[in-house]
C-alpha cells in the first residue's frame, strides 16, 4: 500500500516550457487534491477534485490545469511555466470532500523554473 | 472567510523540555481544526485533529492540543520533546458541516536540540 505518490521528485524548467506533475493514490478515495507549498505561506489549494470526473479550481488556479483521469489519478498540468510557479507541490486525496476529512499527502515535487 | 494565524516561525526547544506552537483562527462558523507535521522532505502527515466533543484530543506520539472557542486558538503542545519531534508543524481549518476545503497556517519549524 504505497498511498500517495508523485512524479516526478525534482523537476527544472527554462520560462514557458510546460510539463505534467503526475499522482497516484491506491486507497481507493474519492476525492484529490493539487497544492503549492511557499516559503512563509503554508499550503495553498490549486485545484481539487470531489469524485471521478469532476474538478473545481481552489485558492490559486490561475497558470494551472488538471486532469482527474480515473478514481487513482489526478495530474497537473503547467501549460508555459513562469518563475513564479517555483515551488514545492504537494498532491493528497481523501476520502470524500467533507471538512472533517482527514487528507493524506504525496512526498511533493519540487519544482523550480528559470 | 476562514484564516489561521501560527504566531511563532520558528521555535528551538532543548531536548526534553515542553514547547507549545501557537495557532489562532478566524471563522464566522463552527470549524474543525487539524495539526499536520511534516517531516524533513516528506509531506504532511495528520497528527491531530478535533471535530466535535471533548476539547483536549491528543496525539499517539505524545502532543495534545487543546481547543478554546473564546481564545479561537487550537495550540499544540507536549510535554518533553525528542529530537525525532523536528519538524515543521501546520494548523489547519475548515468549516464544520460544510465541503470547505482546509486553510493552513504558515507553519512553525520546531527545531529540538541537543
Known amino acids: 500500500n504505497a498511498g500517495v505518490t508523485q512524479t516526478p521528485k525534482f523537476q527544472v524548467l527554462k520560462t514557458g516550457q510546460s510539463m505534467t506533475l503526475q499522482c497516484a493514490q491506491d486507497?481507493?478515495?474519492?476525492?484529490m487534491y493539487w497544492y503549492r507549498q511557499d516559503p512563509g505561506m503554508g499550503l495553498r489549494l490549486i485545484y481539487y477534485?470531489?469524485?471521478?470526473?469532476?474538478?473545481d479550481k481552489g485558492e490559486v488556479p490561475n497558470g494551472y490545469n488538471v486532469s482527474r483521469l480515473n478514481k487513482r489519478e489526478f495530474s497537473l498540468r503547467l501549460e508555459s511555466a513562469a518563475p513564479s510557479q517555483t515551488s514545492v507541490y504537494f498532491c493528497?486525496?481523501?476520502?470524500?470532500?467533507?471538512?472533517?476529512?482527514?487528507?493524506?499527502f504525496g512526498p511533493g515535487t519540487r519544482l523550480t523554473v528559470l | 472567510a476562514q484564516s489561521v494565524t501560527q504566531l511563532d516561525s520558528q521555535v528551538p526547544v532543548f531536548e526534553e523540555a515542553p514547547v507549545e506552537l501557537r495557532c489562532n483562527y478566524s471563522?464566522?462558523?463552527?470549524?474543525?481544526l487539524f495539526w499536520y507535521v511534516q517531516y524533513p522532505n516528506q509531506g504532511l502527515q495528520l497528527l491531530l485533529k478535533?471535530?466535535?466533543?471533548?476539547?483536549l484530543v491528543e496525539s499517539i506520539n505524545g502532543f495534545e492540543a487543546e481547543f478554546n472557542k473564546s481564545q479561537t486558538s487550537f495550540h499544540l503542545r507536549k510535554p518533553s520533546v525528542h529530537i525525532s519531534d523536528t519538524a515543521e508543524y501546520f494548523c489547519a481549518v475548515s468549516e464544520a458541516g460544510s465541503a470547505r476545503q482546509l486553510t493552513f497556517g504558515s507553519g512553525t519549524q520546531l527545531t529540538v536540540l541537543p
Open positions: 486507497m481507493n478515495h474519492n476525492s
Open positions: 478535533y471535530l466535535s466533543g471533548s476539547t
Open positions: 471563522s464566522s462558523v463552527s470549524v474543525y
Open positions: 477534485s470531489a469524485s471521478e470526473g469532476t474538478t
Open positions: 493528497a486525496s481523501s476520502d470524500a470532500l467533507g471538512a472533517k476529512d482527514t487528507q493524506y
